[in-house]
């Protein structure tokens, strides 16, 4: 659990939420992280407080179930979240990534019967974009979906899916027309749709606790009333949708940082050696300056981006460098963590090489960071020359 940040909260309602949330961090998540993550047990019990508690829908209209809070809040809920167990940081924010379609290019028909249920209701979302053949180049997708009268039939296979074989919806781009970005139109799809199965969850070095895998989709039919836009539109929802969950892996990152800063700093002054705290050592006082200057600034990184977003702003670029930065900052900080506690940090009685294994795929989901550098610089000199 964060202890060290003071934060800047702009309502008495924001501050009473991030106590309610280091609360809940303190008492029924962080106790159990570690024996949990190395069980890959799942905790689905945690998703169902978390959405009594009214916290899987905080950026949303409170109209349909939301708690109205500037994103700029959300994502310290999440930074908060994730320096308890990242597993249930990630879990809320490819949470509200698998509702921004439908909350932001959704009928009011379509909000008002789905949302509240979404929402605050006790379900659990899954976004449905990467194929075995298609990540970066996402919209090479393949996944098709053909009208059948008042319905669509969908196959074919995502792939990287959080929360996939669990999830109670999906929201599924798949191509309704020709080859490239304006073939793809998004849907809405229940978990127990018949024909949607997954595949057994990936094996993966960190976030065992998170279920990752191929969702099938053999002749999945799905109502008209559930596509979410007009034909031709899901390749723009899904990139909107993806700025705004950027953010969210920005803000996990950060708190993966705090913790494997504060493991650190707290070692380094009770561990001793040639007779005093080895945090009295030049070499490790500065590691520690360093490993807190790249938290604080991906942390007025992240906050710049949010704000940005609150206000109506376009913030995709400084999305992607906020996914940029703060996820590599987590990678160095986590490894400098490992290294203060020397051969300690290295065994599993320590969080911090846990941390380090799960801040690796910080760096990887909603867009490497490689693609991210992609995005800036098209930001910054435009499209590149064909």
């Known amino acids: 659990m964060v202890e060290q940040v003071e934060r800047r909260l702009p309502t008495d309602e924001a501050r009473e939420l991030l106590a309610l949330v280091r609360e809940i961090a303190a008492r029924e998540i962080a106790p159990g992280a570690a024996d949990e993550e190395a069980a890959g047990h799942f905790p689905r019990e945690l998703f169902r407080l978390l959405s009594a508690s009214g916290l899987l829908g905080l950026p949303y209209d409170s109209a349909y179930g939301g708690g109205d809070q500037p994103y700029a809040v959300y994502?310290?809920?999440?930074?908060?979240?994730?320096?308890?167990?990242?597993?249930?940081?990630?879990?809320?924010?490819?949470?509200?990534?698998?509702?921004?379609?439908?909350?932001?290019?959704?009928?009011?028909?379509?909000?008002?019967?789905?949302?509240?249920?979404?929402?605050?209701?006790?379900?659990?979302?899954?976004?449905?974009?990467s194929e075995p053949s298609s990540g970066s180049d996402a919209a090479a997708l393949r996944t098709r979906a053909v009208r059948d009268g008042e319905n669509w039939v969908l196959d074919g296979t995502k792939a990287w899916i959080t929360h996939g074989?669990?999830?109670?919806?999906?929201?599924?781009?798949?191509?309704?027309?020709?080859?490239?970005?304006?073939?793809?139109?998004?849907?809405?799809?229940?978990?127990?749709?018949?024909?949607?199965?997954?595949?057994?969850?990936?094996?993966?070095?960190?976030?065992k606790g998170s279920p990752t895998a191929q969702v099938h989709l053999d002749g999945v039919r799905v109502p008209d009333v559930r596509r979410i836009g007009a034909e031709g539109q899901g390749f723009a929802i899904a990139l909107a949708?993806?700025?705004?969950?950027?953010?969210?892996?920005?803000?996990?990152?950060?708190?993966?940082?705090?913790?494997?800063?504060?493991?650190?700093?707290?070692?380094?002054?009770?561990?001793?050696?040639?007779?005093?705290?080895?945090?009295?050592?030049?070499?490790?006082?500065?590691?520690?300056?360093?490993?807190?200057?790249?938290?604080?600034?991906?942390?007025?990184?992240?906050?710049?981006?949010?704000?940005?977003?609150?206000?109506?702003?376009?913030?995709?670029?400084?999305?992607?460098?906020?996914?940029?930065?703060?996820?590599?900052?987590?990678?160095?900080?986590?490894?400098?963590?490992?290294?203060?506690?020397?051969?300690?940090?290295?065994?599993?009685?320590?969080?911090?090489?846990?941390?380090?294994?799960?801040?690796?795929?910080l760096q990887i989901v909603e867009g490497t960071n490689q693609i991210q550098r992609v995005v800036i610089a098209r930001h910054l000199a435009g499209p590149e020359s064909r």
């Open 75 to 129: 994502l310290q809920v999440l930074e908060e979240l994730a320096a308890a167990r990242l597993t249930v940081a990630l879990g809320v924010s490819v949470h509200s990534l698998s509702c921004h379609a439908l909350a932001a290019f959704g009928t009011e028909e379509q909000r008002a019967a789905h949302l509240p249920a979404m929402l605050g209701g006790g379900l659990l979302g899954a976004y449905c974009l």
């Open 165 to 207: 074989g669990i999830a109670d919806f999906y929201t599924v781009m798949a191509r309704t027309g020709g080859e490239g970005p304006k073939g793809i139109t998004a849907f809405l799809v229940p978990g127990d749709a018949p024909g949607l199965s997954a595949a057994a969850p990936e094996r993966k070095m960190g976030m």
């Open 241 to 361: 949708a993806l700025d705004s969950g950027r953010l969210g892996i920005a803000a996990c990152a950060v708190g993966v940082a705090q913790a494997a800063l504060d493991t650190a700093v707290a070692y380094a002054r009770e561990r001793r050696q040639f007779g005093r705290p080895i945090a009295d050592f030049q070499g490790l006082r500065f590691l520690l300056a360093d490993m807190a200057t790249q938290v604080e600034a991906g942390r007025a990184l992240y906050l710049e981006a949010a704000r940005l977003r609150d206000e109506g702003r376009p913030f995709g670029k400084q999305a992607a460098m906020a996914k940029l930065f703060c996820s590599d900052a987590a990678m160095r900080v986590t490894t400098d963590a490992v290294q203060v506690l020397g051969g300690y940090g290295y065994t599993a009685d320590f969080p911090v090489e846990r941390l380090l294994r799960e801040a690796k795929v």
